[in-house]
């Protein structure tokens, strides 16, 4: 259980974990700042080692993803960046994804390799061949994502995550697009979700979570302290109550975006549809195996190249052109604009990111709403 000093009576609790608006806190006497500081007595000295809000934050989604500690920070990219400065030192090497999330590549490349650390993409279709990009003695980390972020595509997990440990590599999954619920059963070293998605489930408050055992959490931790944004006790709060109807929200998500891609499926101005739960995605043997649901996110190519693309995306009503994933309210955007355009080699292969390919993020709104505002855009 988590310390709660907010209470006014012993089981008193109220009923929604209050925001902490404070930088600092006090104590009475310099005899329990040396007993707190000496680390003797349980307590709080200031809002970027942690506060109340956030600790009932972090409690609630280590519980859920099931993992023994969690930190919050700011955004969910500071939470990746975070991880990687921890675990990586210079002339280290990173295997990385190259359909995973382009922020994620883009700090490896712009960031990373500026001080001496060099990365070798591998696409989802090499994870096969992956003791091959192995460099022995210098591969530090391998950066997992399932699935894949815009592309849905699917890695297994497990077997990724064998030949890390065989090698005494650091394996770190982006869960964003799983969510809290999935893949608490694979044997990865480190967690990291943006909260902005699922957690938050409106798109109101951004926020990013490191996951794994106490151990791990304190080294990324306490290696960022002075480079890393402290998520605010207003948003910790926030997303805290976003979380009490996570499970609601991630089901009917999972169900709109399977009924939508089976009829994307059938519709004649598609020409492609990816997403795990169908039988036609290169990787839905691997997801039906290690995933409990298939996601809300989804990709498909529209018939009539890039300027019928632009114009069933301009005639959509339900679905905002939005940046976003995890929202209740269904986006859709252009996938090679948003997401693929700094990396030209991304059209290529069953991955492959067109100038018609269209990224949904579906939302809670009834299926047949959605269908019909798709068949209108498409018709």
Not at 120 to 125: A, H, P, W, Y
Not at 136 to 162: F, I, Q, W
Not at 285 to 308: I, R, Y
């Amino acid at each position: 259980m988590v310390d709660r000093p907010w209470s006014v009576k012993e089981r008193n609790d109220p009923f929604v974990v209050p925001s902490f608006e404070t930088i600092s806190f006090s104590l009475p006497s310099m005899a329990d700042w040396e007993t707190l500081l000496k680390g003797e007595q349980d307590g709080w000295v200031y809002l970027s080692d942690g506060n109340p809000s956030l600790a009932a934050l972090e409690k609630l989604l280590a519980g859920i993803q099931g993992t023994e500690s969690c930190w919050v920070t700011s955004t969910g990219k500071s939470a990746i960046a975070a991880t990687l400065l921890a675990l990586l030192n210079q002339d280290d090497h990173i295997i990385l994804l190259r359909e995973g999330y382009k922020s994620t590549r883009l700090f490896v490349e712009t960031v990373l390799q500026r001080f001496g650390v060099t990365v070798t993409l591998i696409g989802v279709d090499d994870i096969p061949k992956l003791t091959e990009f192995i460099k022995p003695g210098r591969t530090r980390v391998m950066v997992l994502e399932a699935p894949t972020n815009p592309m849905t595509r699917v890695p297994d997990l497990h077997y990724c995550a064998k030949v890390a440990r065989e090698h005494g590599i650091t394996t770190v999954l982006d869960n964003s697009l799983s969510g809290f619920h999935q893949h608490g059963d694979v044997p990865v070293d480190v967690i990291v979700h943006s909260l902005s998605k699922f957690a938050c489930g409106v798109g109101d408050v951004m926020g990013g979570a490191v996951l794994s055992t106490k151990q791990w959490v304190q080294k990324i931790k306490w290696g960022n302290i002075w480079n890393t944004d402290a998520l605010s006790a207003h948003a910790a709060v926030e997303i805290w109550k976003g979380m009490q109807t996570y499970f609601l929200r991630i089901a009917r998500q999972s169900s709109n975006a399977l009924a939508i891609a089976k009829y994307l499926e059938e519709h004649p101005r598609v020409s492609r549809v990816l997403y795990p739960g169908l039988p036609s995605h290169p990787d839905h043997a691997v997801a039906k195996k290690q995933m409990k649901d298939f996601g809300s996110v989804l990709v498909f190519d529209t018939k009539g190249g890039p300027q019928a693309m632009r114009e069933a995306l301009d005639r959509l009503q339900e679905f905002r052109i939005a940046f976003g994933t995890g929202f209740t309210q269904s986006i859709a955007n252009p996938a090679w604009l948003f997401y693929a355009r700094s990396f030209p080699e991304q059209q290529t292969g069953l991955s492959a990111i067109n100038d018609t390919t269209i990224r949904l993020s579906v939302g809670i709104e009834p299926p047949e709403v959605l269908i019909a505002d798709l068949e209108r855009a498409l018709s």
